[in-house]
Every structure is written in structure tokens, then in C-alpha cells.
């Protein structure tokens, strides 16, 4: 089965420290991945998507980038934190476009909640 | 501009009492998704709905889609305290979900 691992699950990080949390999926290949960030008490707002090796596409400008080293991990990092920083970070993967049938939900991971201090 | 609107944002319900969420989105889309986060937790797929006119049910939630007025609706029925929690929809269009800001329910026993 298609499973999803976000890691860690709690993060406590100063202001100005590097930052990295990791996404792997499971039991399958070629994902879309994503990253979203949800400010407390708020929606959900699109960081970055991937749609294979390499590719990465930034949605909102910060401080943030991403990276797919490898097919199935997606890593979310930061060079210098901001307190605006702080949020719960999903990781999500869907087939999209990929033959899977089209009412496929998109899957996200537990999520990490950071908290820039 | 692609936009997601829901509401309401907040609503307080007794059990056993009927209620809808709405959602409302800007642009023709792909899919619209409904999704259930508790508290602390991530986002659980509740519903993928594709075309117009489509219906989907399960257990007391019956979630449908009206592509020509870009209008879901998320309707509960004899709502239980267990349905407390924050509902999403989203819309799909070109890799990107789009979501609402959440509906936030709270059911009283």
C-alpha cells in the first residue's frame, strides 16, 4: 500500500537556525509531491510541488526551498529561520496525470509542526 | 485570481440537527476535494468529486458539486459529536490545490 512518512513531528528551532524536514512515500514511484505550510488556526497555503527528480516548483517567495534528491523524498529546508516560520508542515503526494484514475485524493503525511523561537 | 471561498467559518451545532457548508470557487476545476483535519492533526480525504451533478455519501456526510454555478456543498446529517473538526474543500487546477479557509464545526452533545 501507498504510504506517506513525515519526519520530525514536533520541531522547536531559534530564530536563525538552518531548518530540514524530510518527506519519503512508500509503495509506489514517480509521485507529485507538495509541501504545505498551515499557519495556526488557518487554511492551507502551497509551498512547493514536484512533479519528478529535480523539478521543483516554488509557489509563494520566503525563505524556504525545497529539494528532490531522490524519487520518492521530498526535504523542505531553511537556511535562517523567521519567527513567521513557525506552522504545521504537510507533506502530500498524489498520481496526477500519471493514469491513475482521476478521483484519486491527494494523501498527506502527519504532518510537523514547527515552532521558531 | 483562482479563489476558494467557504462558509460559514465557524459552526456551532447541536446532534442530531441538519447542516450544510458551502463552497464556492472562482474558476472551472478539475476536482473538488473535501477533506476532515482534527485538531492537531492531518488532513483525511473525505471526498474527490469530478463532474457536475455529482453526489457522494458516507455515513452522515453527503458531499456534492454543481460545476455550472462553482458551488459544493458539504451537508451532514443527525450530526454525532464524533464529526467535530475542521473541514476543508479545495479545487484542483494545473498541480495545484486550492483551498478554502476552513470550516470549523463544533457539535454538542
Known amino acids: 500500500s501507498q504510504t506517506i512518512h513525515q519526519w520530525p513531528a514536533t520541531l522547536v528551532q531559534p530564530v536563525g537556525s538552518p531548518l530540514s524536514l524530510e518527506c519519503t512515500v512508500e509503495?509506489?514511484?514517480?509521485?507529485?509531491l507538495y509541501w504545505y505550510r498551515q499557519a495556526a488556526g488557518r487554511g492551507l497555503q502551497l509551498l512547493f510541488y514536484s512533479v519528478g527528480i529535480g523539478q521543483i516548483s516554488s509557489e509563494v517567495p520566503q525563505n524556504l526551498s525545497a529539494s528532490r534528491p531522490q524519487d520518492r523524498q521530498f526535504i523542505l529546508s531553511s537556511k535562517k529561520l523567521l519567527l513567521s516560520d513557525s506552522g504545521f508542515y504537510l507533506c502530500a503526494f498524489d498520481k496526477l496525470g500519471q493514469g491513475i484514475p482521476y478521483n484519486s485524493p491527494l494523501h498527506f503525511g502527519n504532518g510537523t509542526r514547527l515552532t521558531v523561537t | 485570481e483562482l479563489k476558494v471561498e467557504q462558509n460559514p467559518l465557524f459552526l456551532s451545532m447541536q446532534e442530531g440537527k441538519n447542516y450544510t457548508i458551502y463552497c464556492n470557487y472562482s474558476t472551472t476545476s478539475d476536482r473538488l476535494y473535501w477533506y476532515r483535519q482534527d485538531p492537531g492533526k492531518s488532513l483525511e480525504s473525505l471526498f474527490v468529486?469530478?463532474?457536475n451533478g455529482a453526489v457522494k455519501q458516507e455515513g452522515r456526510l453527503m458531499a456534492s458539486l454543481d460545476t455550472k454555478a462553482r458551488l459544493s456543498t458539504l451537508h451532514i446529517t443527525a450530526a454525532v459529536h464524533d464529526l467535530s473538526a475542521t473541514y476543508f474543500c479545495?479545487?484542483?487546477?494545473?498541480?495545484?490545490?486550492?483551498w478554502g479557509a476552513g470550516t470549523k464545526l463544533i457539535i454538542k452533545p
Open positions: 479545495g479545487m484542483d487546477s494545473n498541480y495545484q490545490l486550492i
Open positions: 509503495g509506489t514511484s514517480n509521485p507529485n
Open positions: 468529486l469530478l463532474s
